[in-house]
Protein backbone atom coordinates (compact mmCIF):
# COMPACT_ATOMS: atom_id res chain seq x y z
CA UNK A 1 0.00 0.00 0.00
CA UNK A 2 1.24 3.47 -0.50
CA UNK A 3 0.14 7.04 0.83
CA UNK A 4 0.40 9.99 -1.59
CA UNK A 5 0.40 13.81 -0.61
CA UNK A 6 0.28 16.11 -3.21
CA UNK A 7 1.86 19.71 -2.91
CA UNK A 8 2.68 22.89 -5.22
CA UNK A 9 -0.96 23.71 -6.50
CA UNK A 10 -2.15 27.63 -6.67
CA UNK A 11 -2.58 31.04 -8.56
CA UNK A 12 -0.84 31.67 -11.47
CA UNK A 13 -1.45 33.89 -14.69
CA UNK A 14 -2.04 32.14 -18.18
CA UNK A 15 1.36 31.52 -19.33
CA UNK A 16 2.60 30.91 -16.46
CA UNK A 17 4.43 27.53 -14.47
CA UNK A 18 3.52 25.39 -11.42
CA UNK A 19 5.43 21.98 -10.23
CA UNK A 20 3.76 19.79 -8.47
CA UNK A 21 4.99 17.21 -6.21
CA UNK A 22 3.39 13.89 -4.90
CA UNK A 23 5.40 12.64 -2.14
CA UNK A 24 4.42 8.61 -1.45
CA UNK A 25 5.06 6.60 1.65
CA UNK A 26 6.23 3.14 1.70
CA UNK A 27 9.33 1.28 0.58
CA UNK A 28 8.10 0.37 -2.44
CA UNK A 29 7.35 3.15 -4.35
CA UNK A 30 9.57 2.12 -7.09
CA UNK A 31 7.36 -1.08 -8.21
CA UNK A 32 4.23 1.39 -9.11
CA UNK A 33 3.54 3.54 -12.26
CA UNK A 34 2.76 6.85 -11.36
CA UNK A 35 0.15 8.87 -12.41
CA UNK A 36 -1.21 12.44 -12.24
CA UNK A 37 -5.09 13.41 -13.29
CA UNK A 38 -7.43 16.46 -13.39
CA UNK A 39 -10.36 16.84 -13.12
CA UNK A 40 -12.37 20.06 -13.09
CA UNK A 41 -16.07 21.18 -11.45
CA UNK A 42 -18.84 19.20 -13.94
CA UNK A 43 -16.10 17.49 -15.57
CA UNK A 44 -14.78 13.77 -15.65
CA UNK A 45 -12.00 13.32 -14.29
CA UNK A 46 -8.76 13.34 -16.68
CA UNK A 47 -5.42 12.02 -17.24
CA UNK A 48 -2.77 14.38 -17.96
CA UNK A 49 0.70 12.49 -17.52
CA UNK A 50 1.88 8.90 -16.36
CA UNK A 51 5.55 7.09 -16.04
CA UNK A 52 6.51 3.87 -15.83
CA UNK A 53 8.13 2.35 -12.49
CA UNK A 54 11.87 3.47 -13.87
CA UNK A 55 11.01 6.53 -14.93
CA UNK A 56 12.12 5.67 -18.63
CA UNK A 57 8.99 6.05 -20.09
CA UNK A 58 6.38 8.72 -20.35
CA UNK A 59 2.81 9.64 -21.38
CA UNK A 60 0.60 12.82 -21.67
CA UNK A 61 -2.94 13.87 -22.24
CA UNK A 62 -3.03 15.15 -25.76
CA UNK A 63 -4.53 18.39 -24.23
CA UNK A 64 -0.71 18.88 -22.18
CA UNK A 65 1.77 17.56 -24.45
CA UNK A 66 4.72 19.83 -25.21
CA UNK A 67 3.66 21.90 -21.95
CA UNK A 68 4.45 19.37 -18.78
CA UNK A 69 6.42 17.05 -17.95
CA UNK A 70 6.02 14.24 -15.91
CA UNK A 71 9.08 13.02 -13.72
CA UNK A 72 9.86 11.11 -10.84
CA UNK A 73 12.71 10.69 -7.92
CA UNK A 74 12.50 6.98 -6.54
CA UNK A 75 15.33 7.39 -3.88
CA UNK A 76 12.88 10.02 -2.45
CA UNK A 77 9.54 8.73 -3.50
CA UNK A 78 8.64 11.79 -5.34
CA UNK A 79 6.92 12.09 -8.20
CA UNK A 80 6.84 15.77 -10.22
CA UNK A 81 4.45 17.70 -12.72
CA UNK A 82 6.18 20.51 -14.30
CA UNK A 83 3.37 22.80 -15.84
CA UNK A 84 4.53 25.57 -18.57
CA UNK A 85 2.59 27.61 -20.64
CA UNK A 86 -0.79 27.09 -18.61
CA UNK A 87 -3.97 28.24 -19.64
CA UNK A 88 -7.40 28.77 -18.07
CA UNK A 89 -8.58 25.53 -19.44
CA UNK A 90 -6.02 23.92 -17.17
CA UNK A 91 -7.85 25.29 -14.02
CA UNK A 92 -8.77 21.68 -11.98
CA UNK A 93 -7.73 19.56 -9.27
CA UNK A 94 -4.88 17.85 -10.28
CA UNK A 95 -4.60 14.33 -8.43
CA UNK A 96 -0.95 12.00 -8.13
CA UNK A 97 -2.38 8.28 -8.20
CA UNK A 98 -0.60 4.93 -8.27
CA UNK A 99 -1.21 2.06 -10.16
CA UNK A 100 0.72 -1.29 -9.15
CA UNK A 101 1.13 -2.90 -12.64
CA UNK A 102 4.29 -3.50 -14.13
CA UNK A 103 3.66 -1.25 -17.04
CA UNK A 104 1.46 1.10 -18.35
CA UNK A 105 -2.10 0.25 -18.48
CA UNK A 106 -3.56 3.13 -20.07
CA UNK A 107 -5.21 6.28 -19.14
CA UNK A 108 -8.69 4.78 -17.36
CA UNK A 109 -8.06 6.50 -13.44
CA UNK A 110 -9.97 3.23 -12.77
CA UNK A 111 -6.50 1.36 -13.51
CA UNK A 112 -5.02 3.34 -10.30
CA UNK A 113 -5.18 1.90 -7.37
CA UNK A 114 -4.35 4.77 -4.57
CA UNK A 115 -4.74 8.64 -4.96
CA UNK A 116 -4.26 11.68 -3.15
CA UNK A 117 -6.10 14.06 -1.74
CA UNK A 118 -5.74 16.62 -4.71
CA UNK A 119 -4.39 20.35 -4.98
CA UNK A 120 -5.93 22.87 -6.43
CA UNK A 121 -4.36 24.53 -9.75
CA UNK A 122 -6.13 27.43 -10.90
CA UNK A 123 -4.86 29.78 -13.71
CA UNK A 124 -6.14 33.54 -14.30
CA UNK A 125 -6.58 34.78 -17.88
Known amino acids: QVQLVESGGGLVQAGGSLRLSCAAS????????MGWFRQAPGKEREFVGG????????YYGDSVKGRFTISRDNAKNTVALQMNSLKPEDTAVYYC??????????????????WGQGTQVTVSS
Open 51 to 58: ISRGGGGT
Open 26 to 33: GRTFSSYI
Open 97 to 114: AADPSSFFRGIDPDRYDY
